[in-house]
């Protein structure tokens, strides 16, 4: 039997960025993945397959509507070949996935493939091919999350889908069917829009992406809804039927009256739930709560103190770069360091077009809190860089403490803001005030100079371009 000083279960963001920062700390690390890539569900059938169709989606609908105004001209038809949109898709995948394999041997973690289940509290049992057991003073539970559904649905793969299914379709849907307003819905209906489906998204709060400030919420649905995205808010979904080809969802509107939508696919996308089948926690004396997570306390450790847990399998957003981030936290923790997480200044992104980003505390949060502060608004239309690619969508808001003006949360949504929300993360960490980001210089002509205006109207409501 194979003895590790770490045993890492699950090789989604969080745990092979756990076993590769172990390794580096010198200790001996294992990885252990049910399946036969690596890379879990993001690299899969999650975070990269779904850029990759949105990008791929994204250069259609620019050939379609937006080369002619560029002086580009294509003679016949611009037509779409789904097929090998999702082959590149799949090469892109295998691509990343690769690379996972290169970076466990050149770190020297052994890596194991097969079903990872406790046996006791240090060793792990491996159901793969040759099944076989390991031991390990320390093991990180990295298990990550699979969909979620609604108890009356039946997930037939087929027609009614989750987003693993969505990334495989041999057909653009006539009528898509979303269940769900949030990052996944949104994100894929964006893809099977462009491609030329109708797309109809049903959301039970009164808003899209609820979880956001509002005011990102107002302008994605503002402009979807001129990308022609139908949106049904306040609307409780309580049955969904297969005919053959066609999918019937049933649903409450906000007055309580029954209506109905049909469609020839329907995708479910309320969320995602942690993955612990067949982990066996119970043998190691691993608590679960309620909602199936594991329990950890803030250092991410179990109720057994050898055991931790990361990723979308504990509290907390599920994102990817949050599980790799305590990874690396649980790998120091273990080294003996002292690391620490701000979670208040974990972004989230939705890679819709317009982008959405946003990092720190929404004015909603702040007003339920009593917190006095101001907030500064630039709109990405006033920017030189935004007329010239033709993306004047969106706008950065930034809130700042009314006395201090120390920077709270800055919310953002327009072109490439995925990437802008570093200098804001940036800024927050080391507890910047709006005017010391007012007081950098900004390359002209970016979007970024839109941090700069929305900062300077947030500390003296003094912006320059508006």
Known sequence: MQSFDVAVIGSGPGGYVAAIRCAQLGMKTALIEKYNTLGGTCLNVGCIPSKSLLDSSHHYEDAVNHFEEHGIEIPGEVKVNLEKMIARKAAVVEQTTKGIDFLMEKNKVSVFNGLGSFKDATTVHIAGDKPEDITAKNIIIATGSKPASLPFINIDKERI???????????????????????????LGQVYKRLGAEVSVIEYADRITPVMDSALS??????????KIKFYLSHQVNKVERKGDTVVVTALDKKGEEVQFEGDYCLVSVGRKPYTDGLNADAAGVKLTDRGQVEVNEHLQTTVSNIYAIGDVVRGAML??????????VAEILAGQQPHIDYNLIPNVIYTWPEVAAVGKTEEELKAAGVNYKSGQFPMRALGRSRASGDTDGFIKILADA??????GVHMIGARVADLIAEAVVAMEFRASAEDIARMSHSHPTYAEAVKEAALAA?????LHI
């Open 320 to 329: 990817a770069h949050k599980a790799e981030e305590e990874g690396v936290m």
């Open 218 to 227: 107002r302008e994605l649905t503002k402009v979807m809804k001129k990308q």
């Open 161 to 187: 889908i989750t987003s693993t299914e969505v990334l495989e379709l041999k057909e653009i849907p006539k009528h898509m069917v979303i269940i769900g307003g949030g990052v996944i819905g949104l994100e």
């Open 403 to 408: 006395q201090t003006d120390e920077v709270l």
């Open 459 to 463: 500390s003296e409501n003094r912006p």
